[in-house]
């Protein structure tokens, strides 16, 4: 077993299922959405892109891209949660929505992700 | 995707790639120290002005960590810390700080690391050769050859890039003070990939020259150059025949021997000194003045040789009939030389052995510098009206060299960068100087003669250059010669009549005919082919007049108006 492989593992599966835990409830409601999942989710998003980093084969590259995009689509909706709490006073459900629906967006990029790291993995020779 | 670009050394990872590869571990060590310091500080809670209890908001919490991660301290805001928040920013500066510095010093590690430097140079030569907008030439081997030429190349606009496996000798060329700048790149020239990186299959390279010290390893680059580029030329030097012989089997364009040439020289100086002075003014673009032919006396020549040289030296005196005594410390391989002295040559008595007294001159060639220069010092001693050529082998020994009693001095790697040299500035030049070769000394004196004649100025800078007279080329003439005939003598003619400071050696016809010292009334037509030599200054006169029919017919009036006037007077 190679401790390695387990923490990039880790670290991708980490990004789908908190990813999903912020998505999952009603889309436009601040209480379904915690920011501190949210903000998990971030920074185990960079982690894992980081340790994508290095693998020169055709699927680490293309796992490498699926992290950009999510990180991407994360940090946006950051930005946008952090403009209209703090700027605009309140967050609306409006904002809350697109702040919502772009983390979905991420979460796909966190499937593709998980994806390719299980066809990899079906394809190892035992 | 061309070929040249799938090479292997392209598929090596782009320096930034391993940088970030080298980066993971800092990178992530960052991302989590600011994850927990910014969790924390959202966690804990702080008070406001009026004692109520006050959450940091993410934004806020970050804008904290950040200018405290970078030692910036904007200080407590929005409202003053607690205490159990004063307790966690403990944590975050120095956690962040370190975080930061560990980073910084892995990059830093990185840069320096000279495998990482060697590889971001390698990437970066490759990327300029490639992109390179003009000709080149690859010059393998930065020696005394190599560097006399790379000086004569740059000196004429003429770009080179340069490969050596000696980090010195690549120091150096890169600290060069020439006009152009050079490529140079470290590495064995005798290796493919190498010659590849160097451009070798680059649709502008013009040649590949393999100037090494080694034999074998100019024969190595030879063939490789041959089989990955068989369109470049190349040039190649050898010291040994059996080198030559192989590199002439496969077609080498040049094959240039120093040790014939330097005999092939030292003969030429014996027997036809006017030829000799030519020669030494067309082949060295250092020399600018107006050549004097040497004054040899009569008498038989002392050889002080040993080995390659020795034997060449003899083999040549003895085709040309020069009267010669050989002191040699051992007896040649290609057989007994008649009234052999054995010894250096630096001691008097076996100079006086040879019959110094009644000796025309001295060749000291030994493979030694100091041996060379004793020579000469004892030799002057028992007979100073000798003719003293020395050879210099050491390119550290000049300065004695250029101070020292010689009438001529022989260096091995300057008459090789001469004589790729010629070839490389212009063909019209190398085959004038196989006609030179077999032309009467008479002839030549008659050339010498009419320069002369022609009233140079004191400080001429005598050059060489090619004319054809091509519509392109030359529109003017061209225009001026489909209803007019054009001479020679008509041509070198300046714009106020008076004739240019300019002879013709040699036209090569359309047809590939050569004409070796055309006469003055010799009828030029089109698709001819000039080699001028004179001074710089008539080369852009020369040029301009080619350009402009009005100019042209202008002169020839002048010119004429010139010649009734002294005909009549």
Known sequence: MNTQRVWFAFFIVLALTLNFGFFWGEIDNPDHHSPFEFFLALVVSLVATVLKIGDRSHIGAVLLATSLVADLQLIIAALIWAYSSQVLGEVSPAMMASIVSLAGGAMLANVTSVILLLSETIQLKR | ?569
């Open chain 2, 1 to 569: 995707m061309s070929a040249h670009e799938r090479s292997p050394a392209q598929k090596t990872a782009t320096p930034i790639w391993l940088l970030l590869v080298e980066l993971r571990t800092p990178l992530v060590v960052l991302i989590l120290v600011y994850a927990v310091s910014v969790l924390g500080l959202v966690l804990i809670p702080g008070e406001d002005d009026q004692g109520q209890v006050w959450r940091l908001s993410f934004l806020h919490a970050f804008y904290i960590v950040s200018y405290t991660g970078s030692t910036i301290g904007f200080g407590e805001i929005p409202y003053a810390f607690t205490d159990a928040q004063r307790m966690w920013m403990l944590f975050v500066l120095y956690a962040s700080v370190i975080a930061w510095l560990y980073a910084i010093g892995s990059v830093l590690s990185v840069l320096s690391d000279p495998a990482f430097k060697q590889l971001r140079n390698h990437r970066r030569f490759v990327t300029r050769i490639h992109s390179l907008k003009v000709p080149f030439w690859i010059v393998c081997g930065y020696g005394s050859a190599g560097s006399e030429l790379v000086r004569f190349l740059a000196e004429h606009g003429i770009r080179c890039v340069v490969i050596d496996g000696d980090q010195g000798r690549v120091d150096t060329a890169r600290m060069s003070e020439l006009p152009y700048e050079i490529d140079v790149l470290k590495g064995d020239a005798g290796e493919p990939q190498v010659l590849v990186d160097a451009g070798v299959k680059h649709p502008l390279c013009r040649g590949v020259l393999a100037m090494t010290d080694h034999d074998q390893i100019n024969l190595t680059i030879a063939t490789n150059a041959r089989i990955l580029a068989s369109r470049v030329p190349v040039y190649s030097r050898s010291e040994r025949d059996s080198t030559t012989r192989n590199l002439l089997s496969f077609d080498v364009e040049v094959v240039i021997d120093p040790y014939r040439i330097m005999a092939r020289e030292m003969v030429q100086l014996i027997t036809r000194p006017a030829a000799y002075a030519l020669y030494q003014q067309l082949v060295d673009p250092e020399i600018r003045n107006v050549p004097e032919p040497p004054v040899v006396p009569n008498g038989h020549w002392i050889l002080c040789s040993t080995g390659r040289f020795a034997e060449t030296l003899v083999d040549a005196f003895r085709r040309a009939d020069v009267a010669f005594r050989l002191i040699s410390p051992e007896p040649l391989r290609t057989g007994g030389v008649a009234g052999m002295v054995r010894g250096l040559g630096t001691e008097a008595t076996t100079l006086r052995e040879a019959a110094i007294g009644t000796a025309a001159g001295v060749i000291a060639a030994t493979p030694d510098d100091g041996d060379n220069l004793s020579i000469v010092l004892t030799a002057q001693a028992e007979n100073p009206a000798l003719f003293m050529v020395a050879r210099r082998n050491r390119p550290t020994s000049e300065p004695v060299f250029t101070a020292g009693p010689f009438d001529i001095v022989l260096r091995l790697g300057r008459i090789i960068a001469q004589e790729m040299y010629a070839r490389i500035r212009s063909p019209l030049l190398h085959q004038f100087l196989v006609q030179l070769e077999s032309m009467p000394e008479p002839l030549v004196e008659g050339i010498l003669g009419r320069l002369r004649a022609k009233q140079l100025p004191t400080d001429a800078h005598m050059t060489h250059f090619s004319v054809t007279l091509s519509p392109s080329m030359a529109p003017g003439a061209c225009d001026w010669m489909s209803d007019h005939t054009l001479t020679l003598c008509e041509l070198l003619v300046d714009p106020d009549g008076s004739p240019l400071p300019a002879l013709c050696l040699l036209v090569v016809r359309f047809n590939g005919d050569i004409v070796p010292f055309p006469g003055e009334g010799f009828g030029l037509q089109m698709g001819d082919q000039c080699l001028i030599w004179g001074d710089s200054r008539a080369e852009v006169r020369l040029n301009w007049i080619l350009g402009r029919r009005d100019v042209l017919a202008d002169a020839q009036q002048r010119a004429m108006a010139i010649r009734t006037v002294s005909g009549t007077a």
